[in-house]
């Protein structure tokens, strides 16, 4: 009988696989070979439950037929279409779409295909606004401790992950970073918003001071801290770092690749938080994951500082090869029907109670020091062992897998972020597992 080298590869060698610790996953391999809904199908047959939605990407679940249809449709009907001075309709419909359900003040979007790539993006179009408004000596670029911007030079640059950076050189000058916003002993515990911390956001003010306004372009933060092992925005922080940023006229760019699409349980963070940035940066639920694709959203005032001189020249040398490529404009158009259709939004903000009483109630586990949440997100922080930092948390995922649900970990942190079509039944599965696993962890 043939190998089915789909579900039993015999050679797992040549792929050099991102953000995992190869040699020892080619030792004792976990593999997916199928999704629905809720859940994947291991190649050994076991249905696991799937707490993180992918990667906090497959907001409606997994092969949701109408985003499975309309790519199908879309391959036979135009499958590529070049993106520099040609167009097609669908790319604009989606842009369209996009601004319909946007925060206030949004009016354009600009095409990538991932998170990382709209970050870079975003961080190039603040630089080059300011200069298009002659204010070219704005070139500086804030970001925060513990932040996840992504992968490429100018995200790990204005990230503040330690290992994401330290391996990488140099990388961009002229970045400077804010504190981070956790603060262990006086927030542990917090259901939503916690109370202290929004001075953090004055730093701002110390590094404008440092620098002068005049040589900085733009602030980059994540309104809730996802990858670093999520960190709720304290109440009035955001609202701080917009005033000072506006009295500076600094551009706020808010990196939503996690927060966008209902996981807060609003369409997006700055909905959620009655926060205006100046640009947005969307990927991951844009179209549910299944096909690479991100976005830039930007207001009318950014946009029109680059509509000046004369009609021929292009205002941005900036773009892809595949931005509004038409497969996965087709794949985010059918995903944001599923959302209004399905009333997802809706429905995250319907379960996040129920979700956030059963995380907390996780608070007597062994090894649990904290716990944070909002919307259908949730952290729970275990004590480290002592000098060996993230073992215990890379235990609970692999215990968690063999039990049958799918978590992620960072650090010593445990992070959930499950598709927004859970039922209740479904939180209590994760939350009875976690349980266990926490139970028999060293
Ligand atoms: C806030 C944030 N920005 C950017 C990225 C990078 O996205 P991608 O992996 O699609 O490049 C991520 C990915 O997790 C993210 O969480």
Redesign the pocket.
Known sequence: MALDRAKVPNDLNAFWMPFTANRQFKKSPRMLVSAEGMHYTTSDGRQVLDGIAG??CCNAGHNQPRIVQAIRDQAGILDYAPAFQMGHPLAFELANRLIDIAPKGMEHVFYTN??????ETALKIAIAYHRARGEGTRTRLIGRERG????NFG?ISVGGIVNNRKFFGNMLNGVDHLPHTHLPGQNDFTKGQPEHGAHLADELERIVALHGPETIAAVIV?PVA??TGVLIPPRGYLEKLREITTKHGILLIM?E??TGFGRLGASFAAEKFNVQPDLI?L??GLTNGVIPM?AVLATGAVHEAFMEGPEHVIELFHGYTYSGNPIASAAAIATLDTYREDGLFERAADMAPYWQEAVHSLRDCRHVIDIRNMGLIAGIELEPIAGEPTKRAFSAFLKAYEKGIMIRTTGDIIAMSPPLIIEKTHVDQLITTLREVLTDLD
């Open positions: 990667l906090w991932s998170g990382s790539e709209s970050v996840y911007h992504g992968v995200g994540e996802g990858s990196d690749v996690i940066t990927a991951k991100g």
